[in-house]
């Protein structure tokens, strides 16, 4: 059984985001949650929450059944880029530079490998 967990329109690019995200990637819950909590970059926190709210689908979805955080492994794991905020800076000799303020989607899929084997 898998759940998913998706978070949207997170103020971070892509880009720094992946960098965290690779940490965990195939990692079970419960360690890509401590090894989250001390990574020291920012990506880490809006990641934690995204797992842990995948977690908590998959236990909505299995109702009455115990779900070891251990047996639940990250399956699969993506940021894709989501709206670009375009904001206009002054800069020397009378110009405007561009600054991209980029948002990121985050997807996060679950799986209970346990309940799979038996």
């Keep these: 059984m898998e759940a998913v967990a998706i978070s949207k329109h997170i103020r971070m690019s892509p880009r720094k985001m992946r960098r965290v995200l690779n940490l965990v990637l195939g ?5 890509a949650l401590n ?3 001390y990574t020291p970059k920012s990506a880490a926190e809006p990641i934690a929450k995204a797992i842990t709210s995948a ?12 779900i070891e955080m251990s047996n639940v492994f990250i399956k699969e794991a993506y940021v894709d880029g989501g709206p670009t905020l375009k904001r206009f800076r002054p800069m020397s000799m009378g110009r405007a530079g561009r600054i991209r303020k980029r948002t990121s989607h985050l997807t996060v899929v679950v799986e209970d490998r346990y309940n799979d084997l038996q």
Excluded: Q, W, Y
């Design 27 to 31: 990692k079970n819950v419960n360690e």
């Design 55 to 66: 977690f908590a689908n998959l236990g909505s979805k299995e109702e009455g059944e115990r």
């Design 35 to 37: 090894t989250l909590h």
